[in-house]
Nanobody
Framework: QVQLVESGGGMVQPGGSLRLSCTAS????????MAWYRQAPGKERELVAV???????NSVDSVKGRFTISRDNAKNTMYLQMNSLKPEDTAVYYC?????????????WGQGTQVTVSS
């Protein structure tokens, strides 16, 4: 059984910062790509940033220069450093990972963590 657990969400004023974490645990042979998604009220879930097992990253234009995705493979943990937060960043943030175990690769999701940007 594999679990992804996010932490670090909360409420912050515009211009503030938050750091999200996502830790994978359970029967894991290898973690491939990891990603952060978000879903705002009334909107579809969207990809925010992705990081490969080798550390290559990409992100959507709306967060470039403000958000940084990273990972610590030794800790099976991914991070999202969010700076210069805007009200439109308000959403539930989900982590996603492609994890291989017993020769089978599957996508897993975390339960989500709320990020609210408001004055």
């Amino acid at each position: 059984q594999v679990q992804l657990v996010e932490s670090g969400g909360g409420m912050v004023q515009p211009g503030g910062s938050l750091r999200l974490s996502c830790t994978a645990s359970g029967s894991i042979f290898n973690i491939n790509a990891m990603a952060w998604y978000r879903q705002a009220p009334g909107k579809e879930r969207e990809l925010v940033a992705v990081i490969t097992s080798g550390g290559s990253t990409n992100s959507v234009d709306s967060v470039k220069g403000r958000f940084t995705i990273s990972r610590d493979n030794a800790k099976n943990t991914m991070y999202l450093q969010m700076n210069s937060l805007k009200p439109e960043d308000t959403a539930v943030y989900y982590c996603n990972a492609v994890i291989t175990n017993a020769g089978v690769s599957r996508k897993y999701w975390g339960q989500g963590t709320q990020v609210t940007v408001s004055s």
